[in-house]
């Protein structure tokens, strides 16, 4: 399985007026998030057809995919990292996580962070000291940033809600807005397990009344 073979595949299926659409949609303009990134117009079903059939492609095959300038190539390769890791031993966990935060650059637009760090990243840290997420969260990288707060996902579902407040916390000021959309989700979630947990921490402070409109709406 390599690069090559699944490239072919997502060629198949590229779409020149869906591209054009994801690359308005992902703000691809001068100055905007997703400044230069380019798109096949390729589904995210067929992205997610094609990550299961190349699931086990080899770690080096994926860097190729990872590091291909065309936005459909990343996801498909943290898509197929995702299922790689589905039914895997610690060990394999921790061997894709490592090479995903070597590869952490090229986590870079929403949609790729979202699907791939709450299933990796929250896997690998599951047992472990979580002090990556602190230094993340602290990054100017947008994206490391966003990483940070998306990885609690998994331990939210898990009623294990500390690092996600705590990291809200210091996201609780955060000018951009796709960082407040995400701490606005995250607060959601913990709402979702115990609304007391979300209020309280709402609360706390009159924090509802400073939060940006936008992580409010989310919430």
Known sequence: MTFKEAFEDLE?????????????????GKGDYGEGDEFLGVTVPNQRK?????????????????????HE????????????????????IDEVAEFYLKNIQYI??????????????AKHLEH???????????SQILWERRIAIIT????????????????????IDDKHDLIQKAVGWMLREIGNQDQEV???FLLENERFK???RTMLRYE
Not at 15 to 22: F, T
Request: hydrophobic share 40%; proline share 2%; aromatic share 12%.
């Open 50 to 70: 094609i990550a299961k059939k190349f699931k086990d492609m080899p770690l080096n095959e994926v860097k190729k995919l990872l590091q291909n300038d065309i």
């Open 108 to 121: 870079n637009n929403w949609d790729i962070v979202d699907s791939s760090c709450r299933f990796i990243l």
């Open 12 to 28: 198949k299926y590229a779409d020149s007026e869906k591209a054009e659409h994801s690359k308005r949609f992902f703000k691809t």
């Open 73 to 92: 190539c990343r996801l498909t390769a943290v898509i197929l990292l995702v299922y790689k890791i589905e039914k895997a031993e610690q060990e394999a």
């Open 210 to 212: 400073t939060m940006p």
């Open 152 to 171: 609690c996902y998994y331990f939210i579902k898990k009623n294990d809600f500390k690092d996600a407040l705590a990291l809200s916390n210091i996201l």
């Open 128 to 138: 472990k000291e979580r002090g990556l997420l602190y230094k993340l969260v602290h």
């Open 198 to 200: 979300e209020e309280s």
